[in-house]
């Protein structure tokens, strides 16, 4: 069964840092892996989606990379601002199965202090 | 940019009414999804649906659950009898054919009393 993991769960940074989030999963088999932004309260918000073929995708200060086989993704922040504080959800679609359903974890909440 | 709609925004229920969450997805997309994230909790598939029925569903989508797409562009999550553990943000999402990623609704809230 497919576990999606987020490390670290919170994170606290001061304006201007760049910074790594994590995100693991325990099956290497997947069709693609998508980063999202929640806002409190709010909606998902889709960052980047990077397919199984491929190693990273980059928008603008945001950069994702992906290692299979290694069960691994991670998302790079350039130098952060106060308007990247959200949580940021992990959430890969298995290569099993033709519904594409998501399996998400538990997401980083980031504070950046001006 | 297309946008999946989800009406309402926030929704307050007494315990054991029916409810009918709302939602209208990107028009060209194909495949139609529930979510849901209880307060403080992880996102969690609720079932999705392709091609006017239903093709996986999780073990929280019991009989208490049903989804609909009364009329090609309306995709309608009901609960009937409500309990206080439903309480949570429910999410709708859309996606294309192929390998494109989602596309998520703002959610509604409900909350059960």
């Known amino acids: 069964k497919q576990e999606v993991t987020q490390i670290p769960a919170a994170l606290s940074v001061p304006e201007g840092e760049n910074l790594v989030l994590n ?26 989606l990077i397919q199984s073929s491929q190693r990273e995708q980059t928008s603008g200060r945001l950069n994702a990379s992906l290692d299979k086989s290694s069960g691994r993704s991670t998302l790079y922040i350039a130098a952060s601002q106060p308007g990247d ?24 909440t980031l504070q950046v202090k001006p | 940019e297309p946008e999946v709609t989800q009406t309402p925004s926030h929704q307050v229920t007494q315990m054991g009414q029916e409810v009918i969450l709302r939602c209208v997805p990107i028009s060209n997309h194909l495949y139609f999804y529930w979510y849901r994230q209880i307060l403080g909790q992880k996102v969690e598939f609720l079932v999705s649906f392709y091609n006017n029925e239903i093709s996986e569903k999780s073990e929280i989508f019991d009989d208490q659950f049903s989804v609909e797409r ?44």
């Open chain 2, 70 to 113: 009364p009329d090609g562009s309306n995709f309608t999550l009901k609960i009937r009898s409500t309990k206080l553990e439903d309480s949570a943000m429910y999410f709708c999402a859309s996606r294309p054919q192929g390998a494109d990623g989602y596309t998520f609704g703002s959610g509604t809230r409900l909350t059960v009393v």
């Open chain 1, 85 to 108: 504080s959200a949580t940021y959800l992990c959430a890969v679609r298995p290569w099993s199965g033709n519904t594409g359903k998501l399996i998400f974890g538990q997401g980083t």
């Open chain 1, 23 to 48: 995100c693991s999963f325990t099956d290497s088999a997947i069709y693609n892996l998508q980063w999202f932004r929640q806002d409190p309260g709010k909606g998902l918000t889709s960052l980047l």
